[in-house]
């Protein structure tokens, strides 16, 4: 019998409730919503804002195109979603996770 763990995540309710009707319903862009959730589960199973994915690695694991992925990077990219500046090799970059509305609501507190 072989047994499967399921791992929990939690994510701020910012993702589903502000971002998500924005990347989705205003940009356009349900394949950047995609990957951005892809890289924070990820972030957050590594306990770091780092994480280590190829283009080929986000594309199988989200079921998305390579070109589907480089165009959503871009993307948050801009946004301001994830880092600009890639570090690691051109095979296995390291992807900066960015949650800048957590540097808001420390602002405010």
Known sequence: MTTLSARQSTLDAYVFDVLMPDLVGHDRRPAAFVVYLFLLHSAQALGRDQVPASLQTISVKTGLSKSAVQVALRHLKR?????????????????????????RLEAVA
């Open 79 to 103: 946004r301001g979603l994830i880092g600009s500046e890639e570090t690691g090799s051109q095979v296995n970059p390291v992807r900066h996770v960015l949650r800048p509305w957590r540097r």
